[in-house]
């Protein structure tokens, strides 16, 4: 069974900081990029960001750049992402996806690149 679970979701206020960490199982993790992906209530899902196999690269939402950053720790088969100066409009539920095809950097951006997805954490920031 593939798994991916995220966790470190919660309410802080705007300006702040959260880590949500993604530990997945039963896939071989290092052989898959990993992606961030948020969704507001009526709105779609998003890109927020991705990174390559083993962390080499990393791709971002403009609504995010300089904000957020995505790491990966294949040893604890772990993908993070790190938020900083959150913004109320960051409110979503955020999924983490593993992508395992080609071409990756170039279709980072799309959820139909991504295999298998977790069941996702609440981040809400107030104002």
């Known amino acids: 069974q593939v798994q991916l679970v995220e966790s470190g979701g919660g309410l802080v206020q705007a300006g702040g900081s959260l880590r949500l960490s993604c530990v997945a199982s039963?896939?071989?993790?290092?052989?898959?990029?990993m992606g961030w992906f948020r969704q507001a209530p009526g709105k779609e899902r998003e890109f927020v960001g991705g990174?390559?196999?083993?962390?080499?690269?990393?791709y971002y939402a403009d609504s995010v750049k300089g904000r957020f950053t995505i790491s990966r720790d294949n040893a604890k088969n772990t993908v993070y992402l790190e938020m900083n100066s959150l913004k109320a409009e960051d409110t979503a539920v955020y999924y983490c996806?593993?992508?395992?095809?080609?071409?990756?950097?170039?279709?980072?951006?799309?959820?139909?690149?991504?295999?298998?997805w977790g069941q996702g954490t609440q981040v809400t920031v107030s104002s």
């Open positions: 996806a593993a992508a395992g095809g080609a071409y990756y950097s170039s279709n980072s951006y799309y959820t139909s690149t991504y295999d298998y």
């Open positions: 990174v390559t196999w083993t962390g080499a690269n990393t």
């Open positions: 039963g896939l071989p993790f290092s052989s898959y990029a």
